[in-house]
């Protein structure tokens, strides 16, 4: 069984900065590549970022390139999107999900395999 868990949502002032984490645990490969997404309300899904096992494919979204910066633990198993400079429209539930390959075409087509729950992320003016 497939487990994309995010964490470390939560609410900060606009200026302010989170780390999100991605843990997953039996995907089909054991080289897979993660992604980062976000819903705003009333909106749809957005691809932010996603890198490969080795770190060799990465891709940032140009809406937050320069605030937003992806980053991976192997060894735990573990992805991270480190935020910076968050504003209110920022707000919106914040997706990690897992596919064998990371392209620009798959993130913005949300085309990943395995996702989580996704986790809250709220800033206010």
């Known amino acids: 069984e497939v487990l994309v868990v995010e964490s470390g949502g939560g609410s900060v002032q606009a200026g302010g900065v989170l780390r999100l984490s991605c843990k997953v645990s039996?995907?089909?490969?054991?080289?897979?590549?993660v992604g980062w997404f976000r819903q705003a309300p009333g909106k749809e899904r957005e691809g932010l970022s996603c890198?490969?096992?080795?770190?060799?494919?990465?891709y940032i979204a140009d809406s937050v390139k320069g605030r937003f910066t992806i980053s991976r633990d192997n060894a735990k198993s573990t992805t991270y999107l480190q935020m910076r400079n968050l504003q209110p429209e920022d707000t919106a539930i914040y997706y990690c999900?897992?596919?064998?390959?990371?392209?620009?075409?798959?993130?913005?087509?949300?085309?990943?395999?395995?996702w989580g729950q996704g986790t809250q992320v709220t800033v206010s003016s």
């Open positions: 039996g995907f089909s490969v054991e080289r897979y590549s």
């Open positions: 999900a897992a596919d064998v390959y990371c392209s620009p075409n798959q993130i913005g087509g949300l085309g990943f395999a395995s």
């Open positions: 890198i490969s096992w080795s770190g060799g494919d990465l």
